[in-house]
């Protein structure tokens, strides 16, 4: 293992064999410096010479000496090559303690003893045992050359303040320029300013219509329909193109297009990612909160602090809790075991910090998970502070009531109409049902048979997986329909008698049944192979807890020798019991349980009959309970329910001192006597009724983040720790924590020291009650917080999609590693314009796209070309190609197919005729059409996709289903807008159809002729039916899809 | 190299280049770079970056086929023979660790079930799962003492092949593309084969942060198109399309004479051509009935128990000849997919036995194949095979016959292309259960393998985020050692 320079990026764990990683904390360097030999014999000097020297210098100078650190190949800050650097040791203590060799790190390192030098090989014993003696005889060293100093970089935070990007928001004047008229606004001045120091002259403006293709795929991704297309340039109105442009900024189209724009920075995905790749079906409601978000010009400071802390400053809200998607969307491990749950969460949060640090600050803090960033102002420290404001975000599948208001609205009707019929309900129990109920239990009273040991069971509910069970008088339950075996029955009951002790399964003979019963069998046979009994409280309580006792055969009318009863009760489904060769008999059995059973407010009986293994059920059953203590009778009467339990519950009020008057005892001695009394039911059925129709909110499972403990789910196994602490790590590294992490953020983006603790506390100074609202105040402060950084991250964001390269090219990074701003004063312009005009995106929008700049055409100057080749003072408008998601909505909008419903999931299909934005994003399944044109992988914020031109584009252009469905689509519309028979050739105004629809243009004469001969040549060949005439001009249009002009934008 | 994809570069090339000449492309050079697919290399995109022309020095491998044995194979029942572990089944471990595994593992050692035996003047000791790789053990070059972090099989092969066990960094065949370029005109050169997908995957042959123009062509063994849209359309003839890509490129050529200042747009008229070739080049170098009944019998194509597996590497050895540059196969299912999910075949839990052995008798005599046929054609001096899985598995037992996870020290081993042959490297413990001596990183292995493609792993970097990565991210030596 070698020995690593300090990684700059996180590699928690990775090097077992560092000495960086050991404890920082030993210092006996220093102390051990001084015990060292004072003054060496000749023999220990020559000891030294001769066994210790030639082995450091052989094994250990290329990476630990001055020289090495002069090559900037040092490692560990360690130097061996003087007696002060062994003594000072690296980063993690002394390499050599004279005389102990225990804290001699050196010595555990050449024994391999949990890290491991020289990286090559281990060293011989021999030479090991030599280093033992050298340090147990004081580790005499001549070598007295000074310390070589190593430039140990410590953050300079207040000098960090100062970078460009950190700085608070300075006021910025346009400045004068020398062309008077051309500006239409103060960005063009900054613009023409910087043209004219370098000797050029920007472009013309261009013709309308490339403006309005321009603007409208800049401002919605798509074309402008003909229609649209030809009202702008029917619109002679000076501000034709600023109604144009407000029209498109009102435009739902325009969240769509900019929203993914966002999604890209923030990593967005639906599914975890890693093995399995589990969908996450509530992510999509981030995704759709995003495009309502820049729809309604939400400010941007309340888009970044929903999306941070949306959960714990509206809880509840649909739009706040979907906006928290953003902490959570990356991807995460599906295969969790325990020894992996702690490395997995510090990967989540460094996924979180990593991904706010590129999306809203500009910064690559990622980086400083491991000490602190090489270039930037960024602490080790800053990034443990950043993620303990994080550190107990979780994510979760929130049930989410998207419209309480109409939620409210149903309920409040509902309530309404509810009252009388409680109000007439209430009338009845105080009124009549005192009465009912004494006249009922005397008439009642002959029925009971007071001395059973045994109470019928009324079933609650009957349900079989395959068979239908049907309730007949007399508590019977009969099977019917498909009986086939292999079927589990389930029945419930209702009771409140207690304690229970044990059950009678009466196994009833059937004439319907193929056998005559008992069983489901031809024979009459059946064979029972499990039977569970669960006891669950009627009234919940903290004390009372579902039980499922343990169950023992006690008697049985018969049963086959291998197929006991006791072989039902035993929990192998393999065996079970039967009585073979008796149709039409009627069987019994008594089963008790291990402990009695019964709760206080009732029990709800669930009584599960499995007949596994292919064997079939019984035809007719029917139970009964008993709380003596030995109920062992087959044969008696069982005693009628209703009676017992009307009695019971009575009682139990009684004892309690209450009465029908309390609701709940009124209700259940209904539940009973509704059975026989028809004016009970109705009242009861009443109530009921209204009560089944209580307005329930439409819930949707929302993706998003919450505050919890550490709950990792995986595929195969969940993982829960309680902790939501976060530890400082040690070079990023599980094992080597130092101490609890204090919530707080990168100290150089705010305004002093002391903003820290102003940014985690309220209005009142008390601390806030979260620290990820701290979090979210550091974001937007323009004060006291990183506010003016993350306006600048943004505005060039917004430059760098509309110019398609930012002010800052590194849209991502403003750090000191990003480029250099073209127009630092421009940017600082549009950070303020940004932060006055509350936070408005689209006010910024609108001021770049209404430019002189964004207007310009496509016309090279020779100065400009010489002066400015890579067009960086923006003297022209350069093509830009379009995404792969505009590239696949333009040809659905061209096409005509396009289906503009938003929201929701539209699927893994390229052919749903959705917008690219919809469709789904799952990490193991990219949409192949849009991965070919540069779609980033969702795994990490991208701010500048790439561009790249390859042969697969080609080919899906060429050959994609989805290409040419969209060719023969627009084909299809034109010959039926121009309403060409079906059998006439489509003609040049078909041509010119077409070419407005995919190109926003007429086609010049001689583009027209070309196609005119292309058209005329596939219908020869095509034939002249309406399918040939169809063919040949679904060629056309594949063929203007294929041109260069369809995909890239002047 | 063979002749064939030179023959073609040859042939096409200029007709490229008249090509442009008669569309009245003055962009000249530009043009050919990107024609041949090199518009984003090291050497001229990100070019911060690239200091050094590439490649740094003469390679000693042009090419490599990686056979990724999915799921991870045990060192200890393959080419690690430890005599103390047969000698100790059932007894303790001596330093077994709790954290090495992902599940409980008995801390027991479980003794090889197999037979062992030394094959070859290297007297290799090789288990009896390899009948017909053990012929070519002097060839093949051992890693025995190969380690990583990631103990899971999508993070480990992650990190195997991109060096993090994470998404989104480029794996070492999209760092290749980028580097080198293609060494063909009608191909990807970056080619990935699989059946079910391995467990992470296309995240694990990802192009991360790199320009997607480096992403791996994944062929998957079960659709029934490798490629897509390499098809023409019903009705359409490589003749009526060519005339219609005339007319394509005449009025892309007028378009792009207009807008001079956007280069990219003579490259997209290029690829229109090269997809062109492609729809008949790529079914051609995929085409497997051109093969000779001996050469199917030799990779067993038609055997049930390795079929899959022997197309894919008869598919790679064509794909190879004609110029592409790194292939990986991602060992399927085995046939009786015993004892493992079908995305980790190797993954051995409950019997290691039963499991290696079916996985054995999926790959062993297609790769064996693979060798012979390649060093006949005089293609193994220059192309490089690479064996083993994401890692390791532990000496002691789990559950009883099966072995878990075990990053901790695992063997590759890699033959032809500038490796020595017959050589092993590093060791394990006694017990085969860490990496002891001479231990390589994966960081060390890419410093290698790029080092025989000719190439500094230090100097190959993108910059991304603010940062130059590498490959081997801040780490890795170059083991000369292995070279021959």
């Not at chain 1, 100062?162 to 960005?187: C, F, M």
């Not at chain 2, 890795?476 to 292995?482: E, Q």
Request: overall charge neutral.
């Amino acid at each position: 293992m070698q020995n690593r320079s300090a990684p700059s990026m996180p590699r928690p764990g990775q090097g077992r064999a560092r000495f960086g990683i050991l404890a920082a904390g030993l210092s006996l360097g220093l102390l051990g410096a001084a015990q060292a030999v004072a003054s060496p014999t000749p023999e220990q000097i020559a000891f030294f010479e001769t066994k210790i020297r030639p082995v450091l210098a052989q094994h250990c100078y290329q990476c630990h000496s001055a020289e090495a650190l002069r090559a900037g190949k040092l490692k560990a800050s360690l130097l061996v090559d003087s007696r002060a650097g062994m003594a000072k040791g690296g980063e993690s203590g002394a390499a050599v303690v004279p005389k102990n060799k225990e804290e001699s790190l050196l010595l555990a390192a050449l024994k391999y003893d949990g890290f491991e030098m020289p990286p090559a090989g281990k060293l011989p014993d021999e030479v090991i045992a030599d280093f033992e003696t050298w340090i147990d005889m004081g580790a005499p060293d001549p070598r007295d050359e000074p310390l070589a100093t190593i430039d140990e970089r410590t953050i300079d935070v207040e000098q960090g303040r100062q970078h460009w990007s950190y700085r608070r928001l300075a006021p910025v004047s346009p400045p004068e320029v020398k062309t008077a008229g051309w500006a239409k606004n103060d960005i063009d001045r900054f613009i023409l300013a910087k043209q004219e120091e370098a000797g050029i002259t920007p472009a013309p403006e261009a013709a309308k219509a490339t403006l309005a293709r321009r603007v409208f795929f800049d401002l919605t991704g798509l074309p402008p329909s003909p229609d649209e297309l030809k009202a702008f340039l029917d619109d002679a109105s000076p501000d034709a193109y600023d109604k144009l442009v407000d029209r498109l900024l009102a435009s739902p189209q325009f969240g769509e297009r900019w929203a993914r724009h966002w999604l890209d920075t923030v990593r967005f995905g639906e599914s975890s990612g890693y093995e399995f790749d589990g969908d996450r079906p509530g992510a999509h409601h981030y995704r759709d909160w995003v495009i309502k978000a820049l729809n309604a010009d939400l400010p941007y400071d309340e888009f970044l602090r929903m999306q941070v802390a949306g959960d714990l400053i509206k809880p509840g809200d649909y739009d706040a809790t979907a906006a928290t998607g953003f902490l959570v969307a990356g991807p995460y491990p599906g295969q969790v075991t325990a020894k992996t749950v702690e490395p997995i969460r510090y990967d989540q949060l460094d996924d979180m910090v990593a991904t706010l640090g590129s999306s809203v600050l500009g910064m690559t803090i990622g980086c400083a998970r491991c000490h602190d960033h090489k270039y930037d102002p960024i602490g080790h420290r800053d990034y443990y502070a950043m993620i303990a404001c994080l550190g107990k975000a979780v994510q979760r599948d929130a049930d989410i009531d998207p419209d309480p208001a109409t939620t409210k609205q149903k309920r409040d009707a509902w309530l309404a109409e509810r009252a009388p019929i409680a109000a007439a309900h209430e009338r009845f129990r105080r009124e009549e049902l005192p009465g009912r109920i004494a006249r009922w239990l005397a008439a009642d009273a002959p029925r009971q048979v007071a001395d059973s040991m045994w109470l019928g069971l009324d079933p609650q509910t009957a349900h079989a997986a395959k068979a239908t069970l049907l309730e007949e008088p007399g508590d019977v339950v009969a099977a019917s329909g498909r009986l086939e075996g292999d079927d589990t029955y389930t029945l419930t009951f209702r009771t409140h008698q207690k304690p229970l002790t044990a059950l009678r399964l009466e196994a009833l003979a059937s004439p319907s049944a193929p056998g005559g019963g008992p069983g489901t069998g031809k024979d009459g046979g059946f064979r029972l192979s499990t039977v569970k009994v669960t006891a669950a409280p009627l009234v919940a309580a903290p004390d009372r807890k579902p039980v499922t006792p343990k169950l023992a055969a006690v008697a049985v009318t018969s049963e086959d020798v291998g197929f006991e009863f006791a072989k039902a009760l035993d929990g192998d489904g393999a065996t079970g019991w039967a009585t073979v060769g008796q149709p039409g008999k009627d069987q019994a059995a008594v089963l008790a349980f291990d402990k009695p059973i019964g709760f206080d407010g009732g029990t709800l009986l669930t009584v599960e009959l499995k007949f596994e293994a292919k064997q079939h059920g019984l035809a007719r059953l029917r139970l009964a309970a008993s709380t003596h203590a030995t109920a062992t009778d087959l044969a008696s009467a069982a005693a009628p329910q209703a009676g017992r339990e009307i009695a019971a519950v009575l009682d139990t009020a009684r004892a309690m001192g209450r009465n029908l008057a309390d609701e709940t005892v009124a209700q259940e001695v209904m539940r009973w006597l509704a059975r026989f009394d028809a004016v009970a039911a109705k009242a009861a059925a009443d109530l009921a009724a209204i009560d089944a129709k209580e307005p329930k909110p439409t819930l949707l499972k929302v993706y998003a983040a919450t505050n919890g403990g550490w709950v990792i789910t995986g595929n195969s196994q969940a993982v829960r720790s309680g902790s939501q602490d976060v530890f400082v790590l040690a070079r990023g590294e599980g094992g080597r924590k130092k101490g609890k992490a204090a919530p707080g953020f990168v100290l150089a983006t705010i305004a002093a020291d002391d903003a820290e603790q102003k940014l985690l506390s309220g209005p009142d100074a008390t601390p806030l009650p979260d620290s990820r609202l701290g979090l979210a105040a550091f974001l937007t402060d323009v004060s006291q917080g990183s506010g003016p950084l993350a306006a600048r991250v943004i505005v060039n964001r917004l430059w760098h999609h509309h110019f398609g390269r930012g002010i800052v090219a590194t849209p991502n990074d403003l750090g000191t590693q990003g480029d250099p701003a073209t127009h630092p004063e421009l940017l600082e312009w549009l950070a303020n314009r940004l932060v006055e005009n509350r936070w408005s995106l689209k006010s910024i929008h609108r001021l770049i796209v209404t430019t002189a700049t964004y207007r310009q055409s496509g016309a090279v100057s020779e100065t400009g070309q010489a002066k400015d080749p890579d067009n960086k003072l923006l003297w022209h408008r350069k093509p830009t190609r379009l995404e792969g998601e505009s590239i696949r909505d333009a040809l659905l909008a061209a096409s005509g197919t396009l289906d503009s419903k938003m929201y929701g999931r539209a699927g893994l299909d390229v052919k749903v005729p959705r917008r690219s934005v919809y469709l789904n994003v799952k990490r193991s399944e990219p949409i192949g059409f849009l991965q070919v044109f540069d779609q980033p992988e969702p795994v990490q914020p991208v701010g500048a996709r790439g561009v790249a031109t390859v042969p697969t584009q080609a080919l899906a252009m060429m050959n994609s289903p989805f290409v040419r469905a969209a060719a023969e689509s627009l084909a299809k519309r034109a010959r039926t807008t121009l309403a060409i028979p079906p059998a006439a050739a489509s003609g040049e105004t078909a041509i010119d159809f077409c070419f407005t629809a995919a190109l926003s243009r007429q086609p010049s004469d001689t583009e027209r002729d070309k196609f005119a001969q292309l058209l005329a040549a596939r219908e020869q060949t095509a034939g002249g039916d309406a399918a040939g005439r169809q063919a040949a001009l679904t060629d056309v249009c594949h063929l203007i899809f294929c041109l260069n002009e369809f995909v890239y934008v002047d | 190299m063979s002749g064939m994809p030179s023959r073609i570069g040859e042939l096409l090339l200029p007709a490229r280049r008249s090509f442009l000449r008669d569309a009245g492309l003055g962009f000249g050079g530009l043009a050919l770079a990107s024609l041949l697919g090199e518009e984003s290399r090291a050497n001229t995109v990100g070019g911060v970056s690239a200091a050094r022309s590439l490649p740094h020095h003469p390679p000693k491998a042009k090419r490599v086929i990686w056979l990724f044995m999915t799921g991870a194979p045990s060192q200890v029942d393959t080419w690690d023979y430890k005599p103390e572990l047969q000698a100790r089944s059932g007894q303790p471990l001596p330093g077994a660790d709790s954290q090495v595994g992902f599940f409980q593992t008995s801390g027991k050692c479980l003794a090889s079930p197999f037979t062992w035996a030394q094959h070859g003047s290297s007297g290799t000791w090789v288990s009896d799962l390899f009948p017909h790789l053990s012929k070519h053990v002097d060839d093949m070059c051992f890693i025995h003492s190969m380690h990583l972090r990631a103990n899971n099989h999508a993070p480990a092969a992650m990190e195997l092949m991109s060096g993090f066990s994470r998404p989104g960094m480029p794996s070492m065949g999209a760092w290749l593309d980028y580097g080198l370029g293609s060494m063909n005109h009608d191909l990807p050169s970056f080619v990935v084969m699989h059946e079910r997908k391995p467990r992470g995957d296309d995240q694990i042959w990802s192009a991360g942060f790199l320009p997607k123009s480096h992403q791996a062509l994944a062929i998957d063994a079960r659709r029934p198109v490798a490629i897509d849209n390499l098809a023409l359309r019903t009705g359409h003839t490589l003749d009526s399309q060519r005339a219609q890509l005339d007319l394509l490129a005449a009025l892309n050529a007028e378009h792009a004479a207009l807008r001079p200042t956007q280069a990219d747009l003579a490259a997209r008229i290029s690829s229109f051509e090269l997809a062109y070739r492609m729809q008949t080049a790529a079914p051609e170098a995929i085409d497997l009935a051109q093969e000779s009944k001996l050469t199917h019998e030799l990779y067993g194509t038609e055997d049930p128990k390795c079929k899959v597996f022997a197309k894919q590497c008869l598919t790679a050895r064509r794909l190879l000849e004609r110029g592409v540059r790194f292939i990986q196969i991602f060992a399927g299912r085995n046939a009786a997919g015993d004892g493992a999910v079908d995305d980790v075949p190797w993954d051995g839990h409950n019997n290691i036995e039963t499991n290696h052995r079916e996985c054995g008798l999926a790959t062993d005599r297609p790769a064996a194949a693979l060798l012979a046929d390649l060093k006949a054609r005089g293609l193994l001096d220059d192309t490089l095979v690479i064996w083993g899985g994401e890692f390791g598995r532990t000496s002691d037992s789990q559950g009883g016959k099966g072995r878990d996870h075990n990053p901790g020290g695992f063997t590759i081993w890699m033959a032809g292309g500038g490796v020595k042959p017959g050589y092993h490297y590093g060791s394990t413990d006694p017990f085969g259960y860490k990496a002891v001596e001479n231990k390589v990183h994966v960081n060390d292995l890419h410093a290698t393998l790029l080092h025989l493609l000719g190439i500094d792993h230090e100097q190959l970097t993108y910059r991304h985020n603010g940062r130059n990565f590498r490959l081997t991210d801040v780490g890795g030596h170059v083991i000369h050692d292995l070279i021959a």
